[in-house]
C-alpha cells in the first residue's frame, strides 16, 4: 500500500483525485463531466433538519447525510440534536393526521358554487371559517362556511402584486428571482416537500422531473406517462412520489432510484391527488366525480366515494376536513359522520 501511494504514477495523478473530493469537480457542471455526482440529500446546505416536524423524514435525512461520504460535523450535530425532538413532534403530528377511519366515514356537509369553470385551487382558513378557492374563471373568491355566502372576489388576472419588506411590523421576506427550471414542455403539476427543497414537476408531453430546490439541479427526469401529466405528489418522508397522467396510469415512484414502484390502469383520469401525513393513504380526484382513498404499500383502492358529477380538479386535507373542487366549480366540504358539521 505504502509503495503505491509513493509511486510516480499516484503523485502525477492525485491532483485528480483532490479536484474530485475538495475542489472544483465537487459541484456543478465539472460534476456531471466527472460523473461525480452524488444523492442531493448528501451536499452541505441542502437539508435543513430543524424544519422538519416528523420522525420519518427526520430519520430519513440524518440517516441519509450521516451514511454519505459528503457529510460534515455541523450537519451531523444539528441533526442528532433534531432526533431528540422526535418523539413530541411525533404525539403533535399524529393529532393532524386524517386517519383511515375519519376517511372511511366521509360524508358531504356542505356545497355551494360560486365559480364559472374550473376549481384549480382550495385552501381552508386556520380557524376553519372560510375558504378561498381560485379558478379557470381567474376568479379569487372567499365563502363564508358560517354564513354560507361569498364574503370577497377578486379578478386576480388584473391584480397587482406587493411584497412587503422586512420589518418589526411585517415579518415576511421580500420576493427575490433566484433562478428558473426550464422545461422541454409546458408544466401542468407540480408538488413540493413540506421543507422546500424538494421539487416534483410533470408536463404537457409526460416528463416528470425531480429538483433540488435549494440548488436549482435537476436530480432525475423520466417519460412516466403517453400524454399530459395531470398530478404528482411526495409522500411525507420524501421517500416515493405518485403520478397520475391522461393515459389512465397511477404510477408510484422510489424519489432515489426512479423505480417504477407501483404501475395501475385505472381506465379513469385522476386529476388531483393529496399525500395524507400518514405516508401510506393517498386521496384522488377523479374523472368520475369521485374521491378516492389508495393504500400505496399494498397498491390497493381503499373507498371511493362520489360527490360530484363533474371530474375532481382540487383537493385540500385538513386535519378531519376534506375539500373538493370539481371542473365545474362546485366544492365540496367533506367531514367524518361523528363530527359536528
Known sequence: MRAALESDFASEN??????????????????????????????????????????????YSFTTVSSSSQENEEIKVKAEQSVQLAESSVASSIQSCLSLEDISALYETHQYTLHKSGVTGLQLTEDGCSIFSVSQDTMLKMYSLEDQRQLRSFNVSNMIWQFTPSSELHRFDSAVFVGQLDHESGVYCQDVDETGSLLVTGTEEGQVVIWNVGSLYRIAEMRAHEGSVNAVGISSDCRKFISCGSDCLLKIFDVETQTE???????????????????????????????????????????????????VTSLEVRTRCVLTGDKEGKICVWKPMWQDS
Open 261 to 311: 414502484m407501483v404501475v395501475k390502469n385505472l381506465g379513469y383520469q385522476i386529476h388531483c391527488v393529496v399525500w395524507c401525513n400518514n405516508l401510506s393513504l393517498i386521496l384522488c380526484g377523479t374523472d368520475l366525480g369521485q374521491l378516492e382513498v389508495w393504500d400505496s404499500d399494498k397498491a390497493n383502492l381503499v373507498s371511493a366515494v362520489k360527490g360530484h358529477n363533474a371530474p
Open 14 to 59: 492525485i491532483h485528480h483525485w483532490i479536484d474530485l473530493i475538495f475542489g472544483y469537480k465537487q459541484v456543478g457542471e465539472e460534476t456531471e463531466k466527472a460523473d461525480n455526482v452524488f444523492y442531493y440529500m448528501t451536499y452541505e446546505g441542502v437539508v435543513d433538519l430543524d424544519k422538519f416536524t416528523k420522525d420519518s423524514p427526520r430519520h
